[in-house]
């Protein structure tokens, strides 16, 4: 039985970086920092690679967590900071927030590069952008404006049998 999802892991050229954004500027907390040397047949089957080590953070924010690798062997290949979000694979992962404009002015100041500020849709019930963080990884910003909508995380729908 799934369960949901857990975590999202990145693969990054500088752990210290990466983690430090995530913690200091998106407010993620730091739950476990540590890796692994070479030579462990164990991981080496579990990640399909030969001979690897890694340092490695997982970090909780809200209702999942990030976690974060920087390969020392075998090295990563560099990836285009400004992919596109329509090549195949990883294109962005969501940031719940509230009051999107005044996170949108924080992330800025601290460095965040956006496509564009969050636009407003008349009526609509979401509003969102994309940004990128220090490695190019793209992570949207997202508000939901009813709390009974389908996608919002704190929903108070109420239906046949009353509130749930």
């Given amino acids: 039985m799934i369960r949901g999802i857990h975590h999202v892991a990145i693969s990054t050229p500088n ?8 913690r200091d500027v998106i407010g993620a907390e730091v739950v476990y920092e540590g890796g692994w040397e070479a030579g462990s047949e164990v991981i080496d089957t579990i990640v399909g690679l030969s001979g690897s080590h890694a340092k490695q953070a997982m970090l909780k924010l809200g209702n999942a967590y990030l976690e974060f690798f920087e390969y020392v062997t075998p090295p990563g290949a560099t ?3 400004k992919y596109g979000v329509n090549d195949h694979g ?3 992962f969501c940031l719940d927030v509230k009051d999107i404009d005044a996170e949108y002015t924080r992330l800025s100041a601290a460095g965040v ?26 992570l949207e910003l997202q508000e939901i404006f009813p709390v009974d909508h389908d996608f919002a995380l704190e929903q108070t729908k109420v239906g046949k049998q009353g509130l749930s």
Wanted: hydrophobic share 25%.
């Fill in 113 to 138: 590069t956006f496509n564009c500020p969050p636009p407003k849709f008349e009526g609509g019930p979401i509003r969102a952008t994309y940004g990128r963080d220090p490695d190019g990884n793209v």
């Fill in 79 to 81: 990836k285009d900071p």
């Fill in 90 to 92: 990883y294109t962005h």
């Fill in 15 to 22: 752990l210290a970086r990466i983690v430090s954004f995530y």
